[in-house]
């Protein structure tokens, strides 16, 4: 079983629509949890970074951490065409990140 | 603009040979990391590097070797190249450890091994 899983979707939304994309993880000793969004033939772009449980808004998009139930999610508010892209979580393991496979979301106008 | 660079973008081998991936940051970062992306494993730790001349293994080290003589490059070697090293390679870094280790990442090489 792998430590972070994660959806690889594809997700399809129309313009303007709330969109929840999550992970679960395994490792109770995870403390620092990423997002990263990443378009086509690009590298990963840091989007929102949240240190143990809690939330953290920034513009159109919240990250919530629940640590007792080892899970993580990122909403996005009124979803545009260019959220159009694969969004990785991450968390912070020493030294180096733990990724989960990346949802694809895809967003229609 | 200062960041990380990565070089080349696209390069295609064959098997059995040796092949040489370039990351360059601007930032004077002290870690700098390699990582692969693949299909259904998402990205991978290959190695990294806390200083100059100061480099560890990640989670899947082997068949490449890395150096660093300078902080601001860490090239990524494939020594002698297999199908299984297709691949497409970032490069990350991040000043030091303290905080949540937010990595930078430059754009990727797209490698395959024929």
């Known amino acids: 079983q792998k430590e972070v899983e994660q959806d690889p979707g594809p997700l399809s939304v129309p313009e303007g629509a709330i969109v929840s994309l999550n992970c679960t993880y395994s490792n109770s000793a995870f403390q620092y949890f990423m997002w990263y969004r990443q378009y086509s033939r690009k590298g990963p772009e840091l989007l929102m970074y949240t240190y143990s449980s809690g939330n953290k808004e920034d513009g159109r998009f919240t990250a919530q951490v629940d640590k007792s139930s080892k899970y993580i999610s990122l909403f996005i508010r009124d979803s545009q065409p260019s959220d159009s892209a694969t969004y990785l979580c991450?968390?912070?393991?020493?030294?180096?990140?733990?990724f989960g496979t990346g949802t694809r979301l895809q967003v229609f106008p | 603009d200062a960041g990380i660079t990565q070089s080349p973008r696209y390069k295609i081998t064959e098997t059995g040979r040796q092949v040489t991936l370039m990351c360059h940051q601007t930032w004077s970062h002290s870690y700098m990391f390699w990582y692969r992306q693949d299909l259904g494993h998402g990205l991978r730790l290959i190695y990294y590097?806390?200083?100059?001349?100061?480099?560890d293994k990640g989670e899947v080290p082997d068949g490449y070797v890395v150096s660093r003589s300078k902080t601001e490059n860490f090239p990524l070697t494939l020594e002698s190249a297999t199908r299984s090293q297709t691949s497409v390679y970032f490069c990350?870094?991040?000043?030091?450890?303290?905080?949540?280790?937010?990595?930078?990442f430059g754009p990727g090489t797209r490698l395959t091994v024929l």
């Open positions: 991450a968390m912070s393991r020493y030294p180096g990140l733990i």
């Open positions: 990350a870094s991040i000043r030091g450890l303290a905080g949540g280790n937010e990595q930078f």
């Open positions: 590097s806390a200083a100059a001349d100061i480099t």
